[in-house]
């Protein structure tokens, strides 16, 4: 993970990203700058082609040595091929490396921001979007790409022009190089103008972007429910409404940056012009060599014509720091959980769990649990019911760390759970949750998902004890068979038992289920029942369950109210104690009638 290097000033904070690039990026600025210089050599050469054949024997090579008028030319040509030659090898190299550069820090760049965001709390994607997070890690990724691709050359090779170009102007013609050069402050005011103009109006875009791509991403997962509420053409409406006001942004951005071409334009038609006239004028009366003055003519084209494209460069730039200082933004969150110093070596892990004065309560949002207090024997099965709302999942996060208790400690084996090492804590905990997520995939691949080295054998073993390996097997490919994204192809109760067998494979000290058993039907409740049995038996198990008929046998149920431990004990306890839990068990059992919670 990167170290924190962002800055207000986007270009900075790239700088910095890219400094273990340091030396690859000293070689494309050389191949830029040479290759450019060799650009520029064709209209000396052409000067002083013009001046051979005007002066002969008292041109400029005549006077370092190189007396036949035949034998300049050749000079000439062969100079002209060695310098093409060499345009083109630079040519090669600074494409080559600013290209490969920009891949090369566009992958990393990407994975340290979608590392990044792993590391973050659950807290964070609560207040972001899909999609916004998608356009960062795509979207303006790829626009940081496309000016290192093309544009970092571009301006380096516009430096090397204003700087080569106006220092031979000096040189050659001191009393009027001042007219070629004269538009070029105009022109960098301008560009410094146009800057300041343009960077909010991209930054417009890029915001827009990430609230069009939320839109979309939204829809498309929730497409199903799109279809069945016939809400087609509301959603067409409200996606045309966003892209529309996108599609204005960038219209609002686009003239500004159309108009800055043709101003420049004319200001070089001026500077042109002036060099044209007045440099002539020294050529007429003999005060200018021609051929020199040929050079001068091409030279104010080499120099002032690239700024015309200034304005591209700048578009791109501008484009490109938008979307670098969105990047950069994201890298700068620090996750408000933090590893813990201690290890965790989860075949050491005996699974005793306990809960002592905890508070709990999501951010902005009020008291979800209020000084809960239990302890789990190391093997024992707990179980916690508790009507909706009343804080049951909201336990399992604070065990897995999805989020921090406010107060009181969660201890694990006798340590705190904000000592140990995030990875190695969860790696000891296994979970399933009533909201199950398969990945686009195989069977196979879901059931060994972080146990990847599993073998099939295991694979089929773990998807036997879930009750799982006979539907899987009427699948299609079996094992093989590909479950669509979010495993949309397989029907609840097959997800579900899929989520088992990851955990069962898995095979961890501690087992949370949470709702496990909700979206089965009754057949394969049953069976799941008695493959949880096997699994649970010496292992510590915490069951979060609405179906209290699937935690009969738990050594210990707690029974949560508004955030509150009402109840303690073991089914008969409960029963006889005729309190909430015997009200509940009464209902599911049919003998009471619900209780309206009106």
């Known amino acids: 993970m990167v170290d924190q290097i962002t800055s207000d000033k986007p270009l900075v904070a790239l700088m910095r990203y890219a400094s273990p690039y340091r030396q690859k990026i000293a070689f494309a600025v050389l191949s830029s700058i040479l290759n450019k210089l060799f650009d520029l050599a064709p209209p000396i050469l052409i000067g002083t082609a013009v001046d051979v054949v005007v002066s002969q024997e008292d041109s400029l090579l005549a006077q370092i040595g190189i007396v036949d008028v035949t034998a300049q030319l050749w000079v000439l040509a062969l100079a002209t091929m060695l310098i093409w030659a060499m345009e083109s090898l630079f040519e090669y190299f600074y494409k080559m490396l600013w290209r490969n550069l920009a891949q090369t820090i566009q992958h990393n760049l990407r994975l340290d921001a979608y590392g990044h965001i792993q590391d973050l709390e659950m807290a964070y994607f609560e207040d972001q979007s899909t999609g916004g997070m998608m356009a960062i890690l795509n979207d303006d990724i790829n626009q940081l790409e496309r000016f290192l691709d093309i544009g970092a050359n571009d301006l380096i090779q516009f430096l090397t022009t204003v700087l080569f170009v106006g220092g031979l102007f000096v040189y050659l013609t001191p009393s ?23 960077a909010p109006r991209y930054a417009s875009v890029r915001e827009q972007v990430s609230i069009l791509n939320g839109y979309l991403a939204n829809n498309l997962a929730g497409i199903a429910t799109i279809k069945s509420y016939t809400s087609e053409k509301f959603e067409i409406e409200r996606i045309r409404e966003e892209s529309d006001v996108y599609r204005q942004k960038n219209e609002h951005a686009i003239t500004l940056s159309a108009a800055f071409i043709p101003v420049i334009r004319m200001i070089i038609a001026v500077g042109f012009s002036a060099i044209l006239v007045a440099a002539g004028l020294l050529a007429i009366n003999g005060r200018l060599n021609v051929g020199a003055y040929s050079i001068l003519v091409f030279m104010t084209q080499r120099l002032l014509w690239p700024l015309t494209n200034l304005g591209n460069t700048l578009d791109q730039y501008q484009r490109a720091m938008a979307s670098t200082k969105r990047v950069f933004n994201l890298l700068d969150i620090n996750p408000s959980i933090q590893d813990g110093p201690e290890s965790l070596m989860t075949p050491h892990v005996q699974g005793a769990v306990v809960f002592k004065n905890v508070r709990f309560g999501y951010k902005e949002g009020p008291q979800i649990l209020h000084d809960l207090s239990f302890e789990v024997p190391a093997g024992d099965t707990i179980a916690i019911v508790g009507p909706t709302g009343s804080g049951k999942s909201t336990l399992v996060k604070l065990l897995l760390r999805l989020y921090d208790i406010n107060s009181g400690s969660i201890l694990l084996d006798g340590r705190e759970l904000r000592s140990l090492n995030l990875s190695d804590l969860r790696q000891a905990i296994g979970f399933v949750s009533q909201d199950v997520y398969l990945f686009h995939g195989t069977v196979r691949e879901n059931i060994a998902y972080g146990s990847f080295d599993a073998s099939i054998e295991e694979v089929v073993a773990a998807a036997k004890i879930a009750e799982a390996h006979d539907f899987i097997m009427d699948l299609a490919q079996g094992y093989d068979t590909i479950v669509g994204e979010r495993g949309q ?110």
């Open 176 to 198: 009027v190089s001042w007219m070629a050069i004269l538009p070029m402050p105009f022109v960098f005011l301008g560009s410094l103008w146009f800057q300041r103009k343009i």
């Open 489 to 598: 192809k397989l029907s609840g109760g097959q997800r579900q038992r899929i989520s088992i067998a990851r955990a069962i494979l898995k095979n961890p000290p501690i087992l949370v289920l949470d709702e496990a058993t909700s979206a089965v039907d009754n057949e394969t409740e049953a069976a799941i029942q008695r493959s949880l049995e096997k699994i649970t038996r010496g292992r510590t198990t915490i069951m979060i369950a609405h179906r209290l008929s699937t935690i009969r046998n738990a050594h210990q149920i707690i029974v949560l109210e508004k955030g509150v431990q009402r109840e303690k004990g073991s089914h008969e306890e409960l029963l006889a104690l005729n309190g909430i839990y015997a009200t509940l068990w009464r209902v599911q059992a049919g003998e009471l009638a619900p209780v309206s919670s009106d």
